[in-house]
């Protein structure tokens, strides 16, 4: 299957600072990019759908400024948490669409994200 | 309201027995795509089947079998044979027709634990 590649996998950092997770498609080209976040135990919950050129699409109550989405490419995607607060440690997990795939949806390997 | 709901939020089964995990989806969309996906402590997403609404037979992956009950909205997942390495959350999702984007939504999650 096709393998989308997410980085760091685990990141610490302090808050009030900003922290960039990178999503790549290594062997396809996504027009569509998803960012999923999930806390322990619950269920992934859609913040953002990212396009290639064009603007991100939040979901409700998910800050656009707060969480910054760019999608430069067709193989790239990136979400940067602007002044991170202990309240945005979470898991992060992205997922990427292959136009010529529909029977399924190619994960990231997620980042923890822990703010102190 | 919950377009995907999974009421176990846990289950037993005794190592080389058959589980059942349940799933019902709310959709108006005549076309939509139903997943279940696999995500071990480390937080990775594996994909383990995939039925569309169109599809006239049930899904079949190696132990894993979707029971399609598209009257009822239902689509449970049955693993059979379980293996001490099934213990995980399962997730069940759904991606409704191509005018939404092709994002997912997730139901709550099973947390599924192999006796052996």
């Known amino acids: 299957g096709a393998v989308v590649s997410q980085h760091p996998s685990r990141v610490i950092c302090k808050s009030g600072t900003s922290v960039k997770i990178e999503c790549r498609s290594l062997d396809f080209q996504a027009t569509t990019m998803f960012w999923y976040r999930q806390f322990p135990k619950q269920s992934l919950m859609l913040m953002a759908t990212s396009n290639e050129g064009s603007k991100a699409t939040y979901e409700q109550g998910v800050e656009k400024d707060k969480f910054l989405i760019n999608h430069a490419s067709l193989t790239l995607s990136t979400l940067t948490v602007t002044s991170a607060h202990p309240e945005d440690s979470s898991f992060y997990i992205c997922s990427a669409r292959a136009a010529t795939v529909n029977t399924e949806a190619f994960f990231g390997q997620g980042t923890r994200l822990t703010v102190v | 309201a919950q377009k995907i709901t999974q009421t176990q939020p846990g289950m037993f089964v005794q190592e080389k027995e058959a589980v059942t995990l349940d799933c019902t989806y709310d959709?108006?969309?005549?076309?939509?795509?139903l997943f279940w996906y696999k995500q071990p402590s480390s937080g990775e997403m594996i994909f383990l089947i995939y039925?569309?609404?169109?599809?006239?037979q049930n899904a079949t992956e190696g132990r894993y079998s979707l029971n399609f009950q598209k009257a009822r909205k239902s689509a449970n997942l049955v693993i059979s044979a379980s293996q001490l390495g099934d213990s995980a959350m399962y997730f069940c999702a759904m991606r409704e027709g191509i005018n939404q984007g092709g994002k997912l939504i997730f139901g709550q999650g099973t947390e599924l634990s192999v006796k052996p």
């Open positions: 039925q569309g609404s169109y599809d006239q």
């Open positions: 959709t108006s969309d005549p076309s939509y795509g």
